[in-house]
């Protein structure tokens, strides 16, 4: 019964992932506002997910793979979005070159394992950005609450699943998603009155 479970559970939990960025993206490229929006958190999103890929082929977790893909897809979008509204992305660029690049040193040097742990602290390295962003600016109107309310069911299902097998890395990535999803949400209810009025714009 756990076993159907957990099937069921990587099932919700890869279409969670799938659609996690839709409401963000489609609130950038049709308000065109992207206050409390930062252009590292995708540029390290993208990287990390393509390691989970990576991991996930490694360890033939076929039934969860084609989430990262679809990630990685989402956050290669959302840079093209921020992009396309004339934000800046070479400092972020970068920031998601290093974040791959300690991965593949994590790998190299510890392992495995090591890189499943990597991976699920990496979320809370992406998230680090964002919520810096959202918390800064006085009203982060371009924020999709849809996304965050996408990211609290991922982080739930993902959290079952990485139970069911023992996954230490899959684990982590739920618990930090699961804080990081709930500290956005905050920030939204704290600021979604603020009509009007926009803080600063700048990207983390």
């Known amino acids: 019964m756990r076993e159907l479970f957990a099937n069921l559970a990587v099932i919700a939990a890869t279409a969670a992932t799938l659609f996690f960025l839709v409401p963000q993206i489609v609130k950038l490229v049709r308000t065109g506002d992207a206050a409390g929006v930062s252009t590292t958190w995708p540029a390290i999103g993208l990287a990390s997910n393509v390691g989970w890929t990576v991991y996930y082929v490694h360890g033939t977790l076929w039934a969860p793979l084609v989430a990262p893909i679809g990630a990685s897809t989402g ?39 090591a890189l499943g742990v990597a991976l699920g ?22 924020i999709s609450p ?7 069911a991922e982080a739930v299902l993902w959290g079952f699943y ?3 097998h023992a996954d230490a890395g899959i684990l982590t990535f739920s618990v930090i998603a699961l804080g990081g999803s709930a500290a956005m949400l905050a920030r939204h209810a704290a600021t979604r009155r603020r009509v009007g009025e926009f803080g600063s714009r700048r990207s983390g």
């Open 162 to 164: 990485g139970w069911h």
């Open 75 to 113: 956050y290669a979008v959302t840079l093209w979005a921020l992009a396309r509204m004339g934000r800046p992305l070479g400092a972020s660029a970068l920031r998601g070159a290093v974040a791959g690049a300690v991965l593949v040193a994590t790998t190299a040097l510890l392992g495995w394992t």
């Open 146 to 152: 849809g996304t965050w309310w996408l990211g609290l």
């Open 121 to 142: 602290l990496s979320f809370g390295v992406t998230m680090v950005p964002t919520l810096w962003t959202a918390y800064r600016t006085w009203n982060p109107s371009g």
